[in-house]
């Protein structure tokens, strides 16, 4: 006999199975359905009793609940942003183009990205570009300090002089 004890209580019995063959063996950690939920099984003692001509083999199986997980919904006319690169490096070459390139303007960034939507390496650019915008909304001076940050450095005069 198997008794299945409910989540983190040491008398209420979530289920009974009786089996004159011998059941699956049970091991801590293991997870049961019981009653359509998940448990996972915290202690497995087990007894044996003698009556009369009857031997009784009994597993009593300590349980705790295992939390579902929360499926995220989203709208329907929202899609799903791509993975991005949140490197320090990969930021640093973004503003870089962000300035050299595209001269500060992420819109024009943006629309280029969006005729090249097919391609897989675009994820972290347009994720960084979508960023840049909002940010840009928030402080318009945030530009400046960026363009002087990539002036500081001469990533782009050495790549030129090659």
Not at 72 to 80: D, H, L, P, S, T
Not at 125 to 144: E, G, K, M, N, Y
């Amino acid at each position: 006999m198997r008794v299945v004890l409910a989540p983190r209580c040491r008398k209420r019995i979530a289920t009974r199975r009786v089996s004159r063959n011998p059941l699956p063996e049970v091991a801590v950690g293991d997870v049961l359905r019981v009653h359509g939920k998940k448990v996972l099984v915290r202690k497995v003692t087990t007894c044996v009793t003698r009556r009369e001509n009857v031997v009784e083999h009994m597993t009593i199986v300590a349980t705790r609940a295992i939390k579902r997980k929360q499926k995220k919904r989203i709208a329907r006319n929202v899609v799903r942003m791509p993975a991005g690169d949140h490197s320090v490096v990969g930021q640093f070459i973004r503003y870089h183009v962000l300035v050299r390139v595209y001269d500060g303007d992420p819109d024009a960034w943006l629309a280029q990205l969006r005729e090249r939507s097919g391609e897989a390496e675009i994820g972290g650019d347009i994720r960084f570009v979508h960023w840049i915008r909002s940010r840009l909304r928030q402080d318009p001076t945030l530009l400046a300090s960026i363009r002087r940050m990539v002036d500081a450095t001469p990533f782009w005069r050495a790549a030129a002089l090659r």
